[in-house]
Nanobody, 126 residues
Framework: QVQLEESGGGLVQAGDSLRLSCVAS????????MGWFRQAPGKDREFVAA????????DYADSVKGRFTISRDNAKNTVSLQMNSLKPEDTAVYYC???????????????????WGQGTQVTVSS
């Protein structure tokens, strides 16, 4: 079973930056998609970003485009999320996740995470 461990969360002010990191262990593969989703109190889970170098795809939620950057090191089984210009609405628990399948429907990349870590809290004060 894939295991994921996040780090890098914290309390920052609006406009600040944070970098989240995640290391995967277990039966990992460079063919897996790695990414992040978040969940704020009382809200549904929200996709944030995903990356799969094997198929040359990177995707972001509209709410973070231009502010967040996802990167990956397949040799180290790590994925990172650089978050700039943070806003109070970015406050949530952020989860690192893996999608073992590659699903493309009508040219659209569909990411469905099936493993995730314990999460790391990101709090952005106004």
């Amino acid at each position: 079973q894939v295991q994921l461990e996040e780090s890098g969360g914290g309390l920052v002010q609006a406009g600040d930056s944070l970098r989240l990191s995640c290391v995967a262990s277990g039966p990992t593969s460079s063919s897996y998609t790695m990414g992040w989703f978040r969940q704020a109190p009382g809200k549904d889970r929200e996709f944030v970003a995903a990356i799969n170098r094997n198929i040359g795809r990177i995707d972001y939620a509209d709410s973070v485009k231009g502010r967040f950057t996802i990167s990956r090191d397949n040799a180290k089984n790590t994925v990172s999320l650089q978050m700039n210009s943070l806003k109070p609405e970015d406050t949530a628990v952020y989860y690192c996740a893996v999608d073992r399948d590659i699903t493309i429907i009508a040219g659209r990349w569909v990411v469905e995470f099936d493993y995730w870590g314990q999460g790391t809290q990101v709090t952005v004060s106004s």
